[in-house]
Nanobody, 115 residues
């Protein structure tokens, strides 16, 4: 089992920045894929960004150029720096860890961007 604990959500004005952090603990194997997904009101959960154990990152089209994902393998943490936030970025953001054949999810953290 893997436990994921997110932090860093909150309320910010459009154009502002937030940094989300996720700490993983438990039975963590390498390689794995860690990342962030979000669920906007009335929408399905969607990819924000993922990063492999080797540092290869992938971003959803709507956040490219504004968000940056990073990870620290020694600390089992993954961070998401969100800049130039827009009201449409308002969502619950979920940390994810995919290893072997299992997906693990955090409890989610709310990000609200006011216009």
């Amino acid at each position: 089992q893997v436990q994921l604990v997110e932090s860093g959500g909150g309320l910010v004005q459009a154009g502002g920045s937030l940094r989300l952090s996720c700490a993983a603990s438990g039975s963590i194997f390498s390689p794995n894929l860690m990342g962030w997904y979000r669920q906007r009101p009335g929408k399905q959960r969607e990819l924000v960004a993922t990063v492999t154990s080797y540092g290869f990152a992938n971003y959803g089209d709507s956040v490219k150029g504004r968000f940056t994902i990073s990870r620290d393998n020694a600390k089992n943490t993954v961070n998401l720096q969100m800049n130039s936030l827009k009201p449409e970025d308002t969502a619950v953001y979920y940390c994810n860890c995919a290893q072997l054949i299992t997906n693990y999810w955090g409890q989610g953290t709310q990000v609200t961007v006011s216009s």
